[in-house]
């Protein structure tokens, strides 16, 4: 059986739910997963400062505020860095269509083209392995697996670490040994490219 891939988690912190109507990433962080090991002590963290006041209601979910981000690079700085330090390995997110809809829109702020590697979506994997429960989302998946869950819930990289444990925890529970198991598993349609 071949070994399982390389993978990157990733999380984003965002000014809203829509990037379709301007919404902005504030913050991306990542982990990578290697041979099976979360890479704790080499993670992928940035603000990104999102050209635009950040509402009162994202403040209140992921604390970022305008003053955090002011001078901190634009996404077209810190996309790049992000898929860098990707390169090689396969995207994770919780709830991938989110972010990934977010990162299909932000990287038209970028100079030339820009290609998203595939990205699995491990609320898709807990759904494919906890069928009857009706939450999958993250705090529901982690009170499930039994991970502590961060004091600082909804900042990117506390929510990367904790996907992380959830991946690497749903694969093992689901016996997935192969990249096609998780592939059928866990996949997300692909983001329909304009």
């Known amino acids: 059986m071949p070994p399982l891939p390389t993978f990157t988690v990733f999380d984003l912190e965002t000014t ?15 982990v990578r997963i290697e041979n099976g090991i979360v890479q704790h ?8 400062n999102p050209e635009r006041s950040i509402p009162h209601e994202a403040t209140q979910v992921n604390k970022i505020t305008d003053a955090m981000v002011m001078t ?4 077209d ?28 829109v932000e990287k038209a ?3 030339g083209y820009v290609e998203l590697p595939e990205c699995f979506c491990t609320m898709r994997l807990s759904q494919s392995l906890f069928p009857h429960e009706f939450r999958h989302n993250l705090d529901a998946v982690s009170l499930r697996l039994k991970l502590p869950l961060p004091a600082n819930r909804h900042r990117a990289l506390p929510d990367v670490l904790l ?6 925890t ?13 592939r059928k598993r ?9």
């Open 16 to 30: 809203g739910l829509d990037p379709r109507k301007g919404h902005r990433i504030v913050e991306i962080a990542a």
């Open 41 to 48: 002590e080499r993670p992928f963290e940035s603000y990104v």
């Open 72 to 75: 901190a690079p634009t996404i």
């Open 77 to 104: 700085a810190v996309l790049p860095q992000f898929l860098t330090f990707a390169s090689g390995s396969i995207l994770v997110a919780h709830n991938a269509l989110f972010d990934m809809g977010f990162l299909e």
């Open 109 to 111: 702020f970028c100079w």
């Open 163 to 168: 996907a992380a444990q959830a991946l690497t």
């Open 170 to 182: 749903m694969m093992e529970m689901g016996q997935i040994s192969s990249l096609e198991d998780l």
């Open 186 to 194: 866990a996949n997300i349609a692909p983001v329909t490219r304009r």
